[in-house]
């Protein structure tokens, strides 16, 4: 990628070391996996402060009359970085709102996955679960008989009103490095040398993806 001359920041660059790599990598975990992963809230306000001092830049050097055509080609370059590096952002939050919102009950009565989340996240888990009560409550709930007009699992009747992430849907596995031997399903075992890619079950590989030895595909 060309760079912008005057002491502009140089454009993101992927390379197993880059903010915007880890991100990559995080993203496409949290789109994969069934559950909500950690919150990368630092990494993410390293690549927005970079993109903001981008951003900056591009803009004062496209109001600079002495900017030459050789810089505005390599500006529209760097904007087009800039615009990739906001789709992942973007698509990253949208992902994990997403799972906020379909599992906002589970995450306002487990103490475990809300250690996962933002105060920004758990706050909105918290509204949702409560608007979402609210509304079923009214429309159908109090409609019915005392001992079926409640949201909670104590009920024998399936399935189960609080939804929870299914973690035995397969998903697909790349070894980042060697690996320790794995148990499946089956119990058969599976050791996974770097580069390997494997189909299994989520809960086989969740210690792994949360080691940052293997990644989701």
Not at 18 to 42: C, G, S, Y
Request: hydrophobic share 35%; with cysteine; aromatic share 6%.
């Amino acid at each position: 990628m060309p760079a912008i001359r005057r002491g502009s920041p140089p454009p993101f660059i992927p390379d197993d070391e880059t903010p915007l790599e880890k991100l990559t990598r995080h993203w496409m975990n949290e789109r994969h996996a069934p559950d909500i992963l950690p919150a990368q809230e630092d990494l993410l306000g390293t690549l927005l402060d970079h993109l903001r001092r981008q951003s900056e830049v591009v803009q004062l050097l496209r109001g600079d009359p002495s900017t030459s055509e050789e810089e505005h080609i390599r500006i529209v370059l760097v904007q087009t970085e800039i615009e990739r590096v906001k789709f992942i952002v973007r698509s990253y939050v949208r992902t994990r709102l997403f799972k906020i919102e379909k599992y906002a009950r589970f995450i306002t009565t487990n103490a475990e996955i809300q250690t996962r989340l933002t105060a920004a996240e758990r706050d909105h888990a918290s509204r949702h679960a409560k608007i979402t009560d609210r509304h079923f409550h009214f429309s159908v709930l109090q409609s019915l008989p005392e001992t079926q007009s409640h949201l909670d699992d104590t009920a024998i009747f399936m399935p189960p009103m609080i939804t929870e992430p299914d973690n035995s849907i397969p998903v697909f596995v790349h070894a980042l490095q060697n690996c320790p031997k794995i148990t499946l399903p089956d119990g058969t075992s599976l050791e996974m040398e770097k580069g390997h890619i494997s189909l299994t079950s989520y809960n086989v590989v969740q210690h792994l993806v949360a080691r940052g030895e293997v990644e989701l595909v």
